[in-house]
């Protein structure tokens, strides 16, 4: 009996039968990375399987396993393997997609290699060899032989191809070698010609897989180093994969796809899950939901712009197909039923992604608006087939409209982009920029540089003899700075912190006698510390050898919140969640500034939460201890370090017990209960996903303290009570008020009433009709028309005008009863009141209001009331 065996080809059962096989042969399991390479500085995203073992690769890091194999989530958008532009427009471009891999570190290399791959092709998947072509590199004959004498494949489906399809890196540094890649034939009816061939390009022969026998690590000047061991770094996307094995040509075919398509296609009420633009938006929804799930929210620059991009694209796509309402964020709902199980972090995280969406949503909806206006008008008036830099320029700085949004919309229209024109902008503004920019605050824009290496004593000492390396008074070198005058002084050592990683220079004094230069800030250039400030009481000249000074009372406050700021940022991922990540820092002796991802304001009781959990850890008053280590070593003992950040090989690594562990090169207090009280005093939003926070510490917490007490005791005093009765005091005096202010309106309403009586004798009688013109003192326009009712209904069959006036400022109400509507209108009474005063109105029949300006004239004017009614 034979058993059969069913041929995978669903995508989940892809992914399983390649780990299965490769498991089977000694390869160990390792699951996603995340999308953001860690500590790789060199690299926007993780856009390979071998990313996470680069460091394996190079043999900086050993592992328990030479085989791994993983199925890789990647997103190929910005920097080297950008495929953006590409989406929607292919069939098999995507800016995220899955990569099965298999990993071989110094164990097996090409002939293993070839042979697993065209295992599991053939016999696992039962590809038809037929439909298989290979290509390998120029010069790789070794593997030209494996494939044809011992795979048995026809010479005539085997390519020899250069460098720029067959050689393979990962960045412009880092691991790299030649590789051989094997392709599918989708069949004649797809137009097309086989790799190597000019219409290579073509949808017929798509690439699968590539194996790449990495053998170098490429370093900053471009020089390829052998790397320790030859390795093996395969790569075959899923979605092509899966492709192949559903018989169908385009990735947007395969399963997992098709949920997607069709609630956009729902979305846009539209029967074709094929438009372009469905396609674009079904891939971003992809990439810009992992995104989010490995902590990127949407920003202007780094890796936060170019997620921003994808959203943006995306929304521009839903625009042209009539979707202007939020709709990008509730395809992640659809993502997650899809790809939820296989990467539980997205199901983890699906509400937060979906927030974080819609926020951008919500953002960039008016600007869509507006910028696509400005682009349609500039289309509508080009004179060639070309938009102008300047509007490219103006939709990108002024509407945020990304370039590659923009040149979207040009290639639908069959016009380009002047880039060179955009460029210049670019450039210009730029300049603008460093021209504002202080020389005196910013030293990296005087485009000095500097050799001096500075010795930075300043851990351990606050005060030492120092020698003057370099002077500088208005950006030029000089060899003496005079009394009086203001310059840069570079020292051969120093204890002055200069301002790096969010910490402000310090400030202080170096003196010679009785010349003095007063240290007003600390900035490094290089290796260079530059002290600025002014000369007084003499000259000092390049040589001179000074006493220097820290202020110290400053230099230890700025210490406090430095610390506080470690703890803070170790209490918000402990309580907000792994994704707070720092966008920014500011410490100085005043007060701490934090800036850090995180999608909606913080609640008052998480925010007292975070204050109590950073105060606790204080009171344990840990000892603070520094390391000087390698940047590996800093790596593995889990330090916290800022993704993006370029760090030195050996590196300061501070720890606060374990609570804070963090690549840090500042000043910090010895333990931790030096900081004293922590305070938060605001909390905001920066940007969209960025908030900040911002406290005290020592003894600004201090000053705080006592300056809100003096407050409560001053409020007490006022009050005539005691602080600790002050919440009661307020309540009753609260209360008070509103009774008070219920007696006065019950007075008011009693006063208006005898008024109404008093008046009510003083209408003259006209026809039969009632008729009263007073002047009512210190009334609004509601006692007013009270009074005017009253009066109604107290005369029976009358006209009434009633005015008042506040500085000159009248205001008039005319009412008549309703039997007398037919002969006197409202309107026209006050009309007729209201033009003697500089004023008009008018209103209903019965009822009529007017204004007017000229108080002089009001007692003639309502004296005049009678006689015009008698002439009705
Ligand atoms: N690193 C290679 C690629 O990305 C193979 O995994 O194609």
């Not at 092709?121 to 290979?134: I, R, S």
């Not at 050592?493 to 010349?515: H, I, K, M, N, R």
């Not at 001053?714 to 009753?732: C, I, M």
């Not at 009263?772 to 326009?781: G, P, R, S, T, Y």
Request: charged share 25%; proline share 3%.
């Amino acid at each position: 009996m034979t058993s059969q065996t069913t041929v995978p080809t669903t995508t989940q059962q892809l992914r399983q039968a390649f780990l299965d096989y490769f498991a089977s042969k000694q390869h160990q399991i390792v699951s996603s990375s995340s999308l953001i390479p860690a500590n790789d500085p060199t690299l926007l995203f993780t856009n390979a399987g071998m990313v996470q073992f680069k460091e394996t690769f190079l043999g900086q890091e050993k592992r328990n396993y030479q085989r791994a194999t993983s199925c890789q989530r990647c997103v190929r958008a910005g920097g080297k393997h950008n495929d953006l532009e590409n989406v929607g427009y292919t069939a098999r471009h995507h800016t995220f997609f899955e990569m099965l891999g298999n990993f071989s570190f110094g164990d097996y290399f090409k002939r293993e290699a070839i042979a697993f791959a065209w295992e599991f092709l053939t016999e696992t998947l039962k590809l038809p060899t037929d439909k298989l072509w290979v290509t390998v590199f120029r010069d790789d004959d070794e593997a030209a032989a494996i494939w044809i004498d011992e795979i048995g494949v026809d010479p005539a489906r085997l390519t020899r191809c250069g460098e720029k399809d067959n050689f393979w890196s990962m960045g412009d540094t880092g691991p790299c070698g030649p590789c051989t890649e094997i392709f599918y034939d989708h069949g004649p009816e797809v137009a097309g010609g086989p790799p190597g061939t000019p219409e290579e390009d073509g949808d017929r022969y798509i690439e699968i897989w590539n194996l790449v026998f990495m053998q170098y690590d490429r370093d900053n000047s471009g020089t390829l180093n052998p790397l320790p061991k030859p390795s093996v770094d395969t790569g075959m996307g899923l979605e092509r994969l899966a492709a192949v094995m559903q018989g169908v040509h385009s990735n947007y075919e395969i399963d997992l796809f098709q949920n997607l398509l069709k609630a956009i296609a729902n979305m846009a009420e539209m029967d074709d899950h094929n438009h372009a633009s469905i396609k674009v938006i079904a891939d971003h929804i992809r990439s810009s939901a992992f995104l989010v799930v490995d902590g990127i929210v949407p920003a202007n620059e780094g890796r936060g712009y170019v997620l921003r991009r994808i959203i943006r694209r995306a929304l521009r796509h839903g625009h042209k197909l009539g979707l202007n309402d939020r709709f990008f964020y509730r395809l992640v709902a659809v993502l997650d039923a899809e790809m939820g199980e296989a990467y539980p972090e997205l199901h983890k995280a699906k509400d937060l992604v979906a927030r974080v969406l819609k926020q951008e949503e919500e953002r960039f909806a008016e600007t869509l608006d507006h910028g696509m206006k400005i682009l349609e008008q500039a289309i509508g008036e080009l004179s060639a087939q070309e938009i102008p830099g300047s509007v490219v320029f103006k939709l990108y700085d002024t509407y945020g409209f990304p370039v590659d949004l923009t040149a979207d919309i040009a290639r639908e229209r069959s016009l380009s982009l002047d880039m060179p024109g955009f460029e210049s902008a670019m450039e210009a503004q730029r300049q603008r920029a460093r021209a504002a920019s202080q020389f005196e605050g910013n030293w990296d824009q005087t485009g000095i540089t500097l050799e001096q290496k500075t010795e930075f004593t300043g851990y351990d000492t606050l005060s030492e003899t120092v020698t003057i390396a370099a002077l500088f008074h208005e950006q030029q070198a000089v060899d003496c700075l005079h009394n009086g005058q203001q310059g840069q002084i570079v020292l051969d050592s120093t204890p002055f912190y200069a301002e790096s990683g969010g910490q402000v220079g310090d400030t202080g004094l170096l003196s010679q006698g009785d010349t003095q230069f007063k240290v007003l800030d600390t900035q490094k250039s290089g290796d260079a510390f530059i002290h600025l400030g002014q000369v007084q009481g003499g000259d000092i000249k390049v040589g001179d050898s000074l006493s220097a000074q820290v202020d110290g009372s400053k230099r230890d406050a700025t210490a406090r919140n430095h610390s506080a700021t470690h703890l803070l940022h170790a209490a918000l991922r402990e309580i907000l969640g792994d994704h707070v990540q720092q966008k920014g820092s500011l410490v100085d002796p005043q007060r701490l500034r934090f800036d850090f991802s995180h999608f909606e304001a913080i609640h008052p009781e998480q925010l007292q939460q975070i204050e109590q959990r950073v105060n606790q850890e204080i009171l344990k008053n840990i000892e603070v201890k520094t390391q000087l280590m390698s940047l590996e070593a800093a790596k593995d003992s889990g330090a916290m370090a800022l993704f993006g950040e370029k760090y030195a090989d050996d590196v300061r690594v501070l720890s606060m017990g374990a609570f804070s562990v963090e690549l840090c090169g500042g000043i910090h207090v010895n333990r931790i209960g030096d900081i004293g009280l922590f305070k938060i005093s605001s909390e905001s939003g920066v940007a969209a996903g960025v908030r900040r926070i911002e406290a005290i510490t020592g003894l600004g917490t201090q000053a705080w303290v006592e300056q809100t007490q003096n407050q409560v005791n001053t409020l007490a005093q006022l009050l005539k009570t005691t602080p600790d009765a002050l919440e009661s005091r307020v309540q009753q005096l609260l209360e008070q008020l509103k009774s008070n202010e219920k007696t006065l309106k019950q007075l008011q309403d009693q006063l208006n009433s005898n008024q109404g009586s008093d008046l009510a004798g003083d209408a003259v009688e006209v026809n039969g009709i009632k008729v009263l013109a007073a002047h009512i003192k210190n009334a609004d326009v509601k006692t007013l028309r009270d009074l005017l009712d009253q009066l109604k209904n107290k005369l029976g069959s009358a006209a009434i005008v009633l005015a008042t006036v506040k500085g000159d400022k009248i205001t008039l109400v005319a009412g008549v009863t309703k039997a007398e509507t037919g002969k006197i209108k409202a309107g026209a009474l006050v009309n007729f009141v209201a033009q003697q005063v500089g004023g008009k109105g008018g209103g209903r029949p019965d009822m009529a209001q007017a204004g007017g300006n000229q108080p002089q004239a009001l007692d003639g004017a309502l004296k005049s009331v009678v006689a015009w009614v008698q002439d009705q």
